[in-house]
């Protein structure tokens, strides 16, 4: 029994939570799997302090070279500029993610990083993307009306997708589209008069980019009433998100979503319909959701799933104490095609065995090495890889249930070099997979 609360709660925490740092498995075993479950969803009301802001102290402000009278070369200055202010502030991000106490809360807006997609090579301002991931952060359980709403006019999203451009005279149909489709119903379950309806409606909103603000310009706008998803009088941006999350298949796209990136993609529909219902009868209370779909991890209901690379080195990291620089972690990142703020598509990354290409294989080698290099030498990981000891070895790397036949015969044949162990281990396919 206790090893299957060992197993459970480092399952937990590597599907949703970005693995676990020394002692901290030790730790969630002597809560138990439902404490650590309300620990991880509710951490205001289970002694978990607030967090830093990831971007606390980062110069975001907007360089003085993009004013219409700049030159050629300012211009081009203020470009690397905020180059350089994106690199710093994904930097920024993933350093937090390595050590922060709370890592469902992250995992969130990671999430909904990667579902409500906006990317830096569009907009372009940095600070724009901060300002998201910070409303991200702090609707990260909120009811998906509230979220979907505040996305909606969230300036970098009005920037990608070209909120900000669509007027009542000539509406721009982006937004209105991947607002239904990739981001609450899913495809059947609306038409096309529905996008161009739901256009209309949503037309006035301006982004001021000095001050990073969304403005509502009433000129602008296209206020005559629309028939949208079934309703008459659809107007604005409030019946907009009304209108969508009164959708029977909003509760079960997002609790799809949700449920097949923690629980994997070969669940069953059932449980996904159950979830669904649930969520629905909540009145979509995204934190209901998490809960459920956790409770069902926990009692086994989940399949195989490819972590990502970014979770991927972030549990890495956690669980060797290993530090890297900046440059390699972010070129490793781009080689492995997992740079956060940017997607390489509305849709978001990729998912599943797209993580197996050769690119980034490649990349979690050399990522394991330089871990495996940089390590403390009194890590759980590097002293257990000293000792030969495989089973320490697996759990210090988050996974008590130990290797796989295949990479424990890899391991037998390192002989003993703690540094080449650990690397191995690092970059076996077991590590590959939550």
């Not at 372009?124 to 609707?139: C, E, G, I, Y």
């Not at 706008?221 to 409030?238: E, I, K, N, S, T």
């Not at 399949?303 to 070129?331: C, E, F, I, N, Y």
Request: aromatic share 6%; with cysteine; glycine share 8%.
């Amino acid at each position: 029994m206790a090893d299957d609360v060992r197993r459970t709660i480092a399952l937990l925490h590597r599907r949703a939570g970005f693995g676990l740092a020394p002692g901290e498995l030790d730790a969630g075993v002597g809560d138990g799997v439902d404490a650590t479950i309300d620990r991880l969803v509710d951490p205001d009301n289970h002694g978990v302090p607030p967090v830093t802001d990831p971007w606390d102290g980062l110069d975001l402000s907007l360089p003085d070279g993009l004013t219409p009278d700049a030159t050629p070369d300012q211009r081009k200055a203020a470009q690397q500029q905020l180059r350089q202010q994106g690199l710093r502030a994904i930097d920024a991000w993933l350093t937090h993610l390595v050590t922060t106490p709370r890592p469902l809360e992250d995992w969130m807006v990671w999430f909904w990083h990667g579902h409500l997609v906006s990317g830096l090579d569009k907009v372009k301002v940095p600070a724009m993307m901060v300002q998201q991931l910070r409303t991200f952060r702090s609707l990260a359980f909120a009811p998906f009306a509230t979220l979907l709403r505040a996305a909606t006019v969230d300036p970098a999203m009005l920037v990608y997708l070209d909120g900000d451009t669509s007027t009542g005279t000539q509406p721009n149909e982006n937004y209105g589209r991947e607002l239904l489709e990739l981001f609450s119903l899913g495809i059947g379950n609306y038409g096309e008069d529905d996008v161009k309806a739901g256009a209309r409606a949503l037309t006035g909103w301006t982004v001021v980019r000095r001050t990073i603000e969304a403005r509502f310009a009433p000129a602008r706008h296209d206020d005559a009433p629309q028939h949208y998803l079934g309703r008459d009088g659809v107007h604005d941006v409030d019946s907009v998100i009304a209108a969508v999350v009164a959708q029977p298949a909003c509760a079960h796209f997002i609790a799809a979503k949700l449920a097949h990136a923690v629980l994997g993609p070969d669940i069953d529909d059932h449980l996904v319909d159950d979830l669904a219902a649930g969520y629905a009868s909540s009145g979509l209370d995204t934190r209901v959701l998490v809960r459920s779909v956790l409770r069902a991890l926990a009692d086994g209901r989940g399949s195989d799933l490819v972590l990502a690379p970014v979770p991927w080195l972030v549990a890495a990291q956690r669980a060797t104490g290993a530090t890297l620089s900046s440059d390699a972690r972010l070129r490793g990142l781009r080689a492995a095609g997992q740079l956060p703020m940017y997607p390489p598509n509305v849709a978001g990354w990729p998912s599943g065995t797209a993580w197996f290409g050769a690119s980034t294989v490649v990349a979690r080698y050399d990522f394991a090495s330089a871990l495996a290099t940089a390590a403390p030498a009194d890590n759980p990981v590097i002293v257990a890889a000293r000792n030969g000891d495989v089973d320490a070895l697996a759990d210090a790397l988050g996974r008590p249930e130990g290797f796989s036949d295949a990479t424990r015969a890899a391991l037998a044949g390192v002989h003993g070099d703690a540094t080449s162990t650990a690397a191995l281990a690092l970059a076996s396919p077991d590590l590959a997979l939550a």
